[in-house]
């Protein structure tokens, strides 16, 4: 007895679904790059961040927050960005430069963050960004890290921008 196999298949599907989302990102043009020109980069106001939002010293490549904006697509498959948004997987991120960490409401937290102490600057976010896990260990957040500076300060950049509420 012959069994007919359909041609599409759930996990072929997921297959090619999930790296060709990820693609975007690792696709985005890198600041690394020789062919780099500060026209590339956005304006003077991306160019600085603190708690409430300043960038890392050793941060010392061009910020293009164009690329910041891109790879913030990775934080958005868990988190949103806008006020008002209901958490997802992850909490919401608005208004978090100088927001103590585990303290949005109605999101629960690792006891990790809960008893971290960690109040959310540039310079706190670039090492969670680095490698998430080695900074807090046993947080929840399932994430890699970048091991590039520029894409660090380019997204904390953009971050900053993008979920700093107007005053």
Avoid at 8 to 35: K, Q, W, Y
Avoid at 97 to 122: C, H, K, P, Q
Avoid at 151 to 162: E, F, T, W
Wanted: aromatic residues 8%; hydrophobic residues 45%.
């Amino acid at each position: 007895m012959v069994v007919a196999t359909p041609a599409f298949r759930l996990g072929s599907f997921v297959l090619v679904l999930i790296p060709a989302l990820f693609g975007l990102v690792a696709c985005a043009p890198s600041t690394d790059s020789a062919n780099f020109s500060a026209e590339t980069a956005s304006g003077d106001a991306s160019r600085t961040a603190n708690s409430a939002g300043e960038l890392p010293a050793e941060a010392a490549n061009p910020i293009d927050t164009r690329r910041g904006e891109i790879l913030s697509f990775a934080c958005q498959a868990c988190h949103s960005l806008n006020a008002g948004v209901p958490h997802q997987i992850g909490p919401n991120l608005n208004g978090m430069f100088g927001r103590a960490a585990g303290t949005a409401a109605d999101f629960e937290y690792s006891d990790a963050m809960l008893n971290s102490g960690i109040v959310w600057s540039a310079e706190n976010l670039d090492v969670w960004l680095q490698a998430p896990d080695s900074f807090l260990p046993g947080n929840n957040m399932a994430f890699a890290g970048y091991a590039n500076p520029a894409d660090r300060a380019s997204l904390i950049a953009y971050l900053s921008k993008a979920t700093t509420p107007p005053q």
